[in-house]
C-alpha cells in the first residue's frame, strides 16, 4: 500500500512540477507478487522513443522510434531473442509531415523492403481522418495504389481530444462499421455497430490514466490493484 501511494504522490507531482521523466518500468500481479512486465523510455520532450517487452521466456518485442523537431520520423519493431542475444526485425516504419496539407504519412515495411501499407492522417479540430492503402495480404516493393485495398476512417473527438465516435469505411462493405465511446468519471464504454460481433464493452479508467490524458503523456497507465509503475526521472 505505501508503494502505490508513493506512485500517486510521485506523478501527481509529475503533473504540477513537470519534471521529465525518462523510463518508466512496469510491473504486472502474477498471483501473490508483481513481476516486471514492461519498459518505456522517453526522451527529454516527452516522446517515447522505446518500448520494450519483458519476461517472455522465447523472445520480447522491442520497438524503437526516432523524432526530428518534435514529430516521428522513424520505427522499427524487432523481436529480441535472450538465447541467442540476436533482435530479429519484424516491421519499420517511415513517416513524412506535408506543412502544406497538414497530413502525416506512415509507410509501414516488412523486414525485406516490401511495403505493407500507406497510411494518411489529417487532424482537424474536432475530426481525424485515416486513408489506408494496404496490401497487408500480399506486401510488395512495387506498391500500386490501385492494387491496394482502401480503408478509410473518420473519427470525431470531444473537446478533451476523446474518441466519441469513429466510422470505418471498407471498399469491400456497402455500409461502415461504427464504434461509439461515452465516458464517466472512472470508466467509458465502447459500442460495436454492424460487425457481425456488435458488443458494448466498459473500461476502467485509473487515476493515473486521467492525469496522463490530461498533460497529454503517451502511456497507458491501468488500475494499481494489478499493476505498478517505478519511474526515473532526467
Known amino acids: 500500500m505505501r508503494?502505490?501511494?508513493?506512485?500517486?504522490?510521485?506523478?501527481?507531482?509529475?503533473?504540477?512540477?513537470s519534471p521529465k521523466i525518462k523510463s518508466i518500468l512496469e510491473y504486472q500481479k502474477k498471483g501473490d507478487e508483481f513481476v516486471p512486465k514492461r519498459y518505456t523510455e522517453f526522451d527529454k520532450n516527452g516522446n517515447k522513443i522505446l518500448s520494450k517487452g519483458i519476461g517472455n521466456l522465447r523472445s520480447n518485442r522491442i520497438i524503437t522510434t526516432e523524432f526530428k523537431n518534435g514529430r516521428k520520423v522513424f520505427e522499427k519493431s524487432c523481436d529480441y531473442f535472450k538465447k541467442q542475444d540476436t533482435c530479429v526485425v519484424r516491421s519499420f516504419s517511415e513517416f513524412e509531415f506535408n506543412k502544406n496539407?497538414?497530413?502525416?504519412?506512415?509507410?509501414?515495411?516488412?523486414?525485406?523492403?516490401?511495403?505493407?501499407?500507406?497510411?494518411?492522417?489529417?487532424?482537424?479540430?474536432?475530426?481525424?481522418i485515416t486513408k489506408v492503402h494496404t496490401w497487408e495480404m500480399f506486401p510488395t516493393k512495387?506498391?500500386?495504389?490501385?492494387?491496394?485495398?482502401?480503408?478509410?476512417?473518420?473519427?470525431?473527438?470531444?473537446?478533451?481530444?476523446?474518441?466519441i465516435k469513429s466510422l470505418h469505411y471498407n471498399v469491400k462493405r456497402k455500409d461502415p462499421w461504427i464504434e461509439i465511446f461515452k465516458y464517466s468519471e472512472n470508466e467509458y464504454t465502447k459500442q460495436t455497430i454492424g460487425t457481425a460481433?456488435?458488443?458494448?464493452?466498459?473500461?476502467?479508467?485509473?487515476?493515473?490514466?486521467?492525469?496522463?490524458?490530461k498533460r497529454k503523456f503517451d502511456f497507458k497507465f491501468y488500475s494499481l490493484d494489478n499493476y505498478k509503475y517505478e519511474m526515473e526521472y532526467y
Open 3 to 17: 508503494k502505490t501511494i508513493i506512485i500517486l504522490t510521485t506523478f501527481g507531482l509529475l503533473l504540477s512540477c
Open 142 to 163: 512495387n506498391p500500386k495504389k490501385e492494387d491496394a485495398m482502401i480503408l478509410i476512417d473518420t473519427t470525431y473527438l470531444d473537446n478533451k481530444g476523446r474518441k
Open 197 to 213: 460481433r456488435d458488443t458494448i464493452l466498459t473500461f476502467k479508467i485509473s487515476d493515473l490514466q486521467k492525469m496522463a490524458d
Open 101 to 128: 496539407t497538414g497530413i502525416e504519412k506512415e509507410t509501414r515495411f516488412e523486414s525485406d523492403s516490401s511495403v505493407r501499407f500507406i497510411r494518411e492522417i489529417k487532424n482537424l479540430k474536432t475530426i481525424r
